[in-house]
């Protein structure tokens, strides 16, 4: 069985960016565990919120490094890594 582990960087915003409009809440403090979206009015759980958006951007991540491993005629999902050091990224 193949897994594969999705990554997202330690400072993306994750808690703060409404999961269905993609506002972002700039001013929200770690001490507030719910908040309501100013644009859609959707109102958040911080970790919740925080745990889609963390999927989504990994998703989107993998989605992209999937488009960079093709544009190198990189089929394999074992060959991601070979994709970053193809012409096509630099």
């Given amino acids: 069985m193949v897994k594969t582990i999705l990554q997202i ?6 808690s703060k960016i409404c999961n269905v409009c993609g506002y972002k809440k700039d001013d929200l403090t770690l001490d ?3 908040w309501e979206c100013p644009d859609c009015k ?8 925080a745990s889609i958006n963390i999927k989504k ?3 989107n991540k993998l989605s992209t ?11 394999d999902v074992c ?7 193809c012409s096509v990224l630099s």
Avoid: W, Y
């Fill in 9 to 14: 960087g330690r400072f993306e915003a994750s």
């Fill in 32 to 34: 507030v565990r719910e």
């Fill in 42 to 49: 959707t109102l958040h759980d911080r970790d919740l919120n």
């Fill in 57 to 59: 951007i990994a998703l």
């Fill in 65 to 75: 490094a999937g488009t960079a491993g093709r544009a190198c005629g990189l089929t």
């Fill in 79 to 85: 060959q991601r890594e070979e994709a970053r050091s």
